[in-house]
């Protein structure tokens, strides 16, 4: 018997007026997705516990089987085993993104222009994170580079600062960062470093060249998802079966090597629309011919839902459906059992550009079992009146023998 888990980050969403009142889920075409639908079950989960920050951190581990609540120590600790990082128990890691800020003579009042700087290759943000090493040396502090746009930096002896308070980039595009800098015992000593990265980014070559070719600079570093060392106990302990995380983001790696899973490197996955969808299916299949699980994480619905791409999102949706769980059922179809769910970990609104704690669909097909479900969107999900609390309980049901 085999699993997969098929999960589009973020591709939940509310109907949206220029669809007809659809939502991104159900305009778009998703044939192999709806078939399997229609002969699986469908249903609702709450992935995100109300009392907590609806992210993809906390997310991904309910989905996983984990309890946040008790497991969760924050995102950038499981971004730090992903990129090979051992933190101490007094460390605090911090998630380092470099942004677009925009030019204000008073840097209080520039504004966040883009979260992801135009969505910087690796190969430039590496360069610009090695400046920032050099020009930033500071005592205590230790940048590190990761993917894309998305770094970390890690402050000895700061596990204790537990009233400093940051703010994610993408939950304030478009807005003044005055309100939003670092908050706490070590705010300020933050803030002074964001304002002198700015100094060191503004006018390097891949910025100017940047600007030139009409993409957004990498100006600015940016902190936000603190955390210390995580503690998840196995994921073969808690379901009894060999797993593999296929995903582009350091996030899901580090989650994969906290759960003692595989990870493996898919080339060309980026975490992004042009990502390399099929690489990660044909990955997800051979994976399985030495695992009895993988999780396939897809980023890119909610990259486009951040930044308002409505377009971007339903094209993100039908790729995953035609590149990848069309490409993994007709893999598997004819040649063993299998189980395959598919999923969003959380809301990704294109009227709010944030994520959202509403419940979220999904649909179980079972190559042994055929139903009569419902098509796959929202208010299909709802219509079916089956509903999990918790993303837990929907992984132990899912892994039900």
Same mark, same amino acid.
């Given at each position: ?12 969403? =509310? ?12 305009? @778009? ?77 008073? &840097? ?6 883009? =979260? ?31 993917? !894309? ?36 015992? &070590?705010? *300020? /000593? ?32 940016? &902190?936000? $998802? ?7 106990? !196995? ?13 582009? +983001?350091?996030?899901? #790696? ?24 099929? $690489? ?15 999780? +396939? ?8 839902? %951040?930044? $308002?791409?409505?377009?971007? #999102?339903? #094209? ?21 059992? =299998? ?16 994520? /959202?704690?509403?419940? +979220? ?10 139903? *009569?479900?419902? @098509?796959?969107?929202?208010? !299909? ?15 132990? %049901?899912? &892994?039900?023998?």
């Amino acid at each position: 018997m085999k699993y997969v888990i098929v999960l589009a980050d973020g591709m939940a969403d =509310y109907p949206v007026n220029s669809l007809g009142g659809k939502t991104p889920l159900s305009a @778009c075409q998703k044939p192999t997705m709806d078939r399997l639908a229609h002969l699986g079950e469908v249903g609702l989960v709450r992935t995100v516990p109300h009392d907590l920050v609806p992210g993809s951190d906390v997310a991904n581990l309910g989905v996983l089987g984990y309890d946040a609540r008790v497991c969760y120590t924050g995102r950038s600790p499981l971004e730090a085993l992903s990129m090979g990082v051992t933190l101490s128990p007094t460390d605090l890691a911090l998630r380092t993104n470099l942004v677009t800020l925009s030019e204000d003579q008073v &840097f209080e009042n520039k504004v966040m222009v883009d =979260y992801s700087a135009g969505e910087i290759s690796s190969e430039e943000s590496h360069i610009l994170i090695e400046a920032v090493k050099d020009a930033l040396r500071q005592d205590g502090i230790t940048f590190y580079s990761g993917v !894309s746009y998305r770094h970390l930096a890690v402050i000895d002896n700061g596990a204790g600062l537990y009233d400093l308070v940051l703010t994610p980039p993408h939950n304030i595009t478009g807005k003044a960062i005055g309100e939003h800098l670092p908050r706490g015992r &070590f705010g *300020s /000593t933050l803030t002074t470093i964001l304002k002198c990265s700015h100094e060191v980014l503004k006018n390097h070559p891949i910025n100017k060249k940047r600007v030139l070719s009409g993409q957004n600079p990498a100006n600015n570093l940016w &902190f936000w $998802g603190q955390g210390t060392a995580p503690s998840l106990e !196995s994921f073969k302990s808690k379901y009894g079966v060999s797993g593999a995380v296929i995903s582009a +983001v350091d996030l899901l #790696k580090g989650i994969a090597i906290g759960a003692q899973m595989t990870a493996p490197i898919v080339d060309g996955a980026t975490g992004t629309l042009n990502t390399n969808f099929e $690489g990660k299916a044909l990955k997800a299949l051979e994976c399985l011919d030495s695992h009895d699980f993988v999780f +396939v994480h897809l980023e890119a619905p909610d990259e486009c839902g %951040h930044q $308002g791409d409505l377009k971007g #999102k339903i #094209k993100a949706i039908e790729l995953i459906d035609e590149k990848v769980v069309a490409p993994i059922v007709k893999g598997l179809d004819g040649k063993c059992d =299998y189980k395959i769910m598919v999923l969003p970990d959380h809301p990704t609104p294109i009227e709010k550009g944030i994520h /959202t704690a509403d419940p +979220v669909p999904y649909f179980i097909y079972d190559s042994r079992v055929q139903k *009569s479900g419902a @098509c796959y969107d929202e208010d !299909s999900a709802m219509g079916t009146g089956n509903f999990f609390e918790y993303p837990w309980l929907l992984t132990s %049901h899912f &892994f039900e023998k």
